[in-house]
Nanobody
């Protein structure tokens, strides 16, 4: 059974940085595409970034140039490095896994069947 555990959220001032981690358990990590999503209060869950096992990536326009997704296959962990954070980045961030191979890795939530519990990111102005 797939289990995803996020960590690294917190509170930061605008312009600051955070790194989120998502450890995967119970499945063969490299056979899945991994994604990061976020959901602010009253808003739809939106895709932020995704990465395939070959390292190919995909980003939402709102985070391009500020966020970087990368993974350590040996540790079965995917990361989201977030720089130049803005108050609009405030949300609950979720890690998700999609079984199979995707080109490009999708950032729409309907591709993903397994989700973590989320970690809160709060950016103050």
């Amino acid at each position: 059974q797939v289990r995803l555990v996020e960590s690294g959220g917190g509170s930061v001032q605008a312009g600051g940085s955070l790194r989120l981690s998502c450890a995967g358990y119970g499945y063969t990590f490299i056979t899945y595409c991994m994604g990061w999503f976020r959901q602010a209060p009253g808003k739809e869950r939106e895709g932020v970034a995704a990465i395939e096992s070959d390292g190919s990536t995909n980003y939402a326009n709102s985070v391009k140039g500020r966020f970087t997704i990368f993974q350590d296959n040996a540790k079965a962990t995917v990361y989201l490095q977030m720089n130049s954070l803005k108050p609009d980045d405030t949300a609950m961030y979720y890690c998700a896994a999609a079984r199979g191979w995707y080109k490009p890795p999708p950032i729409h939530r309907y591709a993903y069947g397994d989700w973590g519990q989320g970690t809160q990111v709060t950016v103050s102005s």
